[in-house]
């Protein structure tokens, strides 16, 4: 089945740097892919979600990149402030799948 | 107000016990699931339901049973409780089934401590 790896699991900067999060798939046939953002003591909440048509994507203060020959997808998040910490999370589905596969997460700390 | 209900936000069992883990959904929603967040696998899934089938079941042991008596109820009923299995377990639901582009949403969690 899908195996999703994100690295780093924890990451550490201060106010106004990037943090960069990656994960890597092993589904040639997974075709959409997720970034959940969990805070402490929280549930899971959808940060952005990408189709593989499509491989740079903006949001508020961050970006996914996508990767498919690679298979890796990508969130940086620019500037970071304390707000942003959290706990981080990419999903992968495939075409006519019923679960979604997350990465093991990252947890974010951004100090002042 | 929470759209996804879980109850009870916090539960303590001893082990050999059994428990029963409720969600509620008001999303109008016809899919839901179970995943479960540990230390040792940070969140895993469990089950997944449509129009209160079983639609996929990653879960080995049979001691886990999904329990739907409506469309928008999924309880997760756990016998013989193991302390292997305290963990927080989320119940989540989405539009459809057809997971490929649906966004989960996800209730506030049940922590189970298992003694």
């Known amino acids: 089945g899908e195996q999703v790896e994100q690295r780093p699991p924890h990451l550490s900067v201060r106010e106004g740097d990037s943090a960069f999060i990656t994960c890597t798939y092993t589904?040639?046939?997974?075709?959409?892919f997720f970034w959940y953002k969990q805070e402490p003591g929280a549930s899971l909440q959808l940060l952005m979600k990408?189709?593989?048509?499509?491989e740079i994507n903006e949001g508020q203060g961050f970006t996914v990149l996508l990767n498919k020959k690679d298979k890796r997808l990508s969130l940086n998040l620019t500037a970071a402030h304390p707000g942003d910490s959290a706990a981080y999370f990419c999903?992968?589905?495939?075409?006519?799948?019923?679960?979604?596969?997350f990465g093991s997460g990252t947890r974010l700390l951004v100090s002042p | 107000d929470p759209k996804i209900i879980q109850k009870p936000k916090y539960l303590v069992a001893v082990t050999g016990s059994e428990k029963i883990l409720i969600c509620e959904q008001y999303?109008?929603?016809?899919?839901m699931y179970w995943y479960r967040q540990s230390a040792k696998k940070p969140l895993e899934f469990m089950f997944s339901?449509?129009?209160?089938?079983?639609?996929d079941n990653q879960t080995a042991s049979s001691r886990f049973q999904p329990q739907s008596s409506k469309k928008n109820h999924l309880d997760l009923q756990i016998t013989a409780l193991k302390p292997d299995d305290s963990a927080t377990y989320f119940c989540?639901?989405?539009?459809?089934?057809?997971?490929?582009?649906?966004?989960?949403?996800f209730g506030s969690g049940t922590r189970l401590t298992v003694l």
């Open positions: 999903a992968v589905t495939r075409t006519g799948g019923y679960k979604v596969v």
């Open positions: 339901y449509s129009y209160q089938k079983l639609m």
């Open positions: 589904d040639p046939n997974s075709y959409y």
């Open positions: 999303l109008g929603h016809n899919a």
């Open positions: 990408v189709f593989s048509s499509t």
């Open positions: 989540a639901s989405s539009q459809t089934a057809a997971l490929s582009a649906e966004t989960l949403y």
